[in-house]
Structures are given as C-alpha cells and as structure tokens.
C-alpha cells in the first residue's frame, strides 16, 4: 500500500483545506483513504491508496502541493515583504495579481522539488527548499516596495495593475460574471462556465477573487450580473481596468 502525509502549520492550515480538496476526487475515484489529525500547532493529512495507483495519487499529490507552495505560500511571503494585512481592497487585488503573474514558472520550477513519497511539510518545503524561487519573489516585492507609496494610493494601485496587464494576453474577449449569495460564476461565450482560479490568499472575499479572475482573463468586456450590487470599490477598479456593464437581476 502507497502511504504519503502532508503537514503544516497551524497559522496557515487553509492551505492544507486547499490540498485535501484537490485531492478529494482523485481519492475517491481510486477508492483511497484518507485521514486528517490535528495538535496544537500542526495539521496533518494522510492518504493511502493500493499501489497500483501510486502513481496517480502521487501526481495529484505534488500539484496539490505545488499549487500551495506557489500560490498560497507566496502570497503570506509577499505580505510579509509588503507588510500588508489588512482588509484594503486594493491592495489585496494588487498581491493577488503579483502572486498569480508567472506562476506557471515558479510551479514547474517547485514541481520538480517535492517528493511526495516521503512526508510533505509545507512550511519546511517554503523556509528551506524554496530559496531559489523566494529570491525572484524578493525582486518582485522590490519593485513595489521601493515604490512605497504606490500602496497608499488606490489609483496607483490601479495603474499598477495596468501595468502588470499590460503583459498578459487576452484569454477571453467577452466575460460575464455572476455573484451568488455563497460565491460567484464566470461564463464565457456561448454560456460556458470557465473555471475559477484561485489566490489561496488565507481570508480572500469574494469580490477579490472575482476581480483575480477577471484581471487574469484580461477581456474587452465585463456584464456584472447581481441581486445586490458589488462594493464601490470593486466597481471602481473594474472600471478602470475594463468596459463593464452592470446588470441587476430581480
């Protein structure tokens, strides 16, 4: 039998809730088992499978865990950097976005680090293996931070963000999103729903994830569509950012 365990610290134990739900359809297409135990200052989480599919859950198993790394764990070092936690939207949307942009490198380049045959410690992965990734996040903090006043001002902010769009490529020309009470749905052409990204940010709302989605989709046009319409602030930003049209929906 395949047996591999995940652990990490209490503080950010949101990241391990985000590899066990990766985790889950993967476990259960293969009948595996898990377990989740939990002390004072660590959570753990075990999975266990036949070993014929030690393969398959070892490979769902290190995307999980890159995911955390290069997301969930740059975004608590890039607050620390930045010295920002708080409940500011702007600034929160800005960390987002830096944490997102070129994460498809920094996943391939930490892929390549984990070994889940042996017991995954998140955090001792991000303080002692990660070094070569963490000084490119070092370089990316600079060019706010030597900027400080870009995150004292939301209209900087803003053109930060522009700047940073500037770079991406369009993913889909028209957009429209869809706030539920628990959540909110991104459909593209034709009615199609588009899957959700994520910033793994430790208390992200809702509205800095949709905002997250629409900056990385980077379309033309935004239809809003809502039973109470969003903050000032996030209708601001995606005004700013994109041509948006807000539609309220009885």
Not at 13 to 19: A, D, P
Not at 184 to 199: A, P, T
Not at 200 to 208: H, P, R, V
Request: negative net charge; glycine residues 4%.
């Amino acid at each position: 039998m395949y047996e591999s365990t995940v652990n990490i610290e209490k503080q950010n134990e949101h990241l391990l809730s985000y590899v066990k739900t990766q985790l889950a359809p993967c476990i259960h297409e293969i009948d595996g088992i898990a377990t989740e135990v939990a002390d004072n200052f660590r959570n753990y989480y075990s999975v266990a499978c036949a070993d014929t599919y030690r393969f398959q859950i070892g490979r769902c198993l290190n995307a999980a865990v890159t995911e955390a790394l290069s997301l969930g764990y740059k975004n608590v070092y890039m607050r620390e950097l930045l010295n920002i936690d708080g409940d500011n939207f702007y600034q929160n949307v800005l960390v987002n976005t830096i944490c997102i942009f070129d994460n498809e490198y920094d996943k391939q380049m930490i892929s390549r680090v984990v070994d889940t045959d042996r017991t995954v410690c998140l955090d001792g992965y991000f303080n002692f293996k990660l070094s070569h990734i963490k000084k490119k996040w070092l370089e990316i903090s600079k060019l706010v931070g030597d900027n400080g006043f870009i995150l004292t001002d939301n209209d900087l902010i803003a053109e930060f963000v522009e700047y940073l769009l500037d770079s991406m490529s369009t993913k889909e020309k028209t957009i429209s999103v869809s706030f539920e009470p628990d959540g909110f749905i991104i459909y593209g052409q034709n009615d199609r729903i588009i899957e959700k990204i994520y910033s793994l940010a430790k208390s992200a709302d809702i509205e800095e994830e949709a905002m997250l989605n629409i900056i990385c989709l980077k379309p033309r046009n935004v239809k809003v569509y809502y039973t109470k319409k969003p903050s000032e602030e996030f209708c601001k930003m995606l005004d700013r950012l994109f041509f948006a049209e807000y539609i309220k929906v009885d």
